[in-house]
């Protein structure tokens, strides 16, 4: 058993042990006796909810007279004491260990380490705290998910194929195709498909691939260039291989307003795309099973192909058919 040997440490010297972690390893000036407990969710800036930090023994009680500390690596001075205000901090550090998330705006997640100084031994835990931005990315994630989950109830009885379907046929008969400049990503998640139903190409596209996570089907996202700008669609993985789905394109909207499915950009191969649309070529082995399964007078049978066209010729005598 290690023993355990109390010290009296003035602040510079605490802050010099916590810099040299750099150099050694974060438990250095540690004790096994002791841990800290209440790390168990991240700071939310926008929320701004609470964590209570404790220092407990070996019998998980509690130890009295600790001394918190901060160490934020985006702060030049980087080690600061509990109750200390400083330019840039994301969190609020209480002398009994209670950590408040701030406000603050930006697309990156911070990570804090706390320090709990007891006797001269030194104990970390790291904080997560959550910008505005990524708070509100989560919730609305959590929000659109939520959503699929409602959606699918009862999904359990069809098919792999039945259920990438019934998510193609969701998603063009219920989001609209809109373009927004509220902001850069306004138009691109999941949640501006599935919950607001109005979203560009990537939306469709998170859309789709939140509900196949969600229902355990393999999945992907490919991008390519049609007639020169940037689209986005899915692939998925069905019993005998992959397919291409583009449901941005599967959609019928006219007037602004949607509530058919085209089923041509249904399950296709890898050559089924015209030469407008240029993409690599996944390495992943391509399915024919399913291919064009739902798209109308389809078939890669040439005598099913005749039956189709004298089918169409005595429906519609007029009807003009031409060879390639």
Request: glycine share 6%; aromatic share 12%.
């Amino acid at each position: 058993m290690e023993p355990f040997l109390p010290q009296n440490n003035h602040f510079q010297t605490i802050k010099n042990k916590i810099l040299d972690t750099k150099e050694t390893t974060y438990n250095y000036y540690s004790h096994p006796n002791f841990k800290i407990i209440g790390n168990d969710a991240p700071l939310n800036s926008k929320t701004q909810n609470k964590l209570h930090l404790k220092l407990v023994d070996q019998n998980n009680e509690v130890v009295q007279g600790v001394n918190w500390y901060l160490r934020d690596n985006y702060s030049p001075q980087e080690v600061y004491k509990s109750n200390t205000d400083y330019e840039g901090r994301v969190l609020q550090l209480d002398d009994d260990g209670t950590l408040t998330g701030l406000k603050f705006n930006s697309s990156d997640t911070k990570n804090i380490e706390i320090w709990a100084e007891h006797k001269g031994y030194l104990f970390r835990t790291v904080v997560t705290v959550l910008s505005e931005f990524t708070s509100t990315a989560k919730e609305q994630e959590q929000r659109a998910l939520d959503e699929v989950k409602k959606i699918t109830q009862g999904w359990e009885k069809y098919s792999d194929y039945e259920k990438v379907l019934k998510t193609y046929e969701w998603i063009t008969k219920n989001i609209n195709y809109v373009e927004r400049f509220d902001s850069f990503t306004a138009d691109q998640t999941a949640y501006a498909g599935i919950i607001e139903k109005e979203a560009v190409c990537t939306g469709y596209t998170m859309s789709f691939k939140m509900f196949m996570d969600h229902l355990g089907i393999p999945n992907k996202s490919i991008v390519g260039d049609v007639g020169g700008v940037k689209h986005i669609w899915n692939l998925v993985e069905l019993d005998d291989g992959w397919y291409h789905i583009d449901s941005t394109w599967g959609r019928i909207q006219r007037n602004g307003k949607i509530g058919l499915t085209n089923y041509n950009w249904f399950l296709l191969n890898n050559n089924d795309f015209g030469s407008g649309r240029d993409f690599i070529h996944p390495t992943q082995k391509m399915g024919t099973k399913y291919r064009f399964s739902k798209a109308g007078n389809f078939t890669t049978n040439l005598k099913d192909a005749e039956r189709i066209v004298e089918k169409s010729r005595l429906e519609n005598p007029n009807i003009k058919v031409m060879s390639f």
